[in-house]
């Protein structure tokens, strides 16, 4: 009798999601709370354990759901984890675009999007996600593409588009700001996002985020800043 009910109530379930009604109830993989639950099972799942040794049952039991209702949102292992690398950086551009705004002033907008990235970039899970990347490259080089571009925007996007503005305000002087927006991340990233990527340093504390970032604008603008009759 049990077994029968339980046979009924997944096929209900299933009715809901294959058809929805006007009541709310969304379409087989088309829940975006249910999406966002697997991605966060996901991410624990991979946090703990390399891509390899990750499986998908681990993701079911951590998600809290099952192994059916994963494959409706994501076809496999490669899929889910692209999935959950889109969606923290886009949680981490629209974390640093929100500093990058014509209201405040080049160098504090430079400071704050500085500070904010690299704290971001050299975090535990994106430490974690590019070394998985790196492990997998040779035999899933789509992986690795994906990985640099799963989004059309990214920091050095947002941080272009801001400088282009600033170009043409003229408050800074730059010839190509796609060069010029990947070297100001990497001076204020300069000494840390490397020897963190290959395991030589924990994660930097904020001062020295703060003094890299600060050090990473005054190069920066002493090669760009427009300069004035009187220098």
Known sequence: ???AKSLQQEKSLQDQQLHPSSGGRHAAGEDPAKREQILEG???VF????FDAASMNDITREAGV????LYVYFENKEDLFEALIARERSLIVDSVKQFLNDNAPLEDALHDFGVT???SMTSDYTI???RTVLSVTDRMPRLAQRFFTATP???YTVLKTYLDQQVEAGTLSIDDTEIAAKQFIELSSAGIFKGRLFGM???PSADRIEKNVRSAIHVFLAAYGRKTNAD
Request: overall charge positive; hydrophobic content about 30%.
């Open 153 to 155: 925007e990214n920091g």
């Open 117 to 119: 990235l690299v704290t």
């Open 47 to 50: 946090m703990r354990s390399n």
């Open 128 to 130: 974690r996600a590019m």
């Open 66 to 69: 099952s192994k059916g209702t």
């Open 42 to 44: 996901a991410k624990r």
């Open 201 to 203: 340093c924990e994660a």
């Open 1 to 3: 009798m049990t077994s």
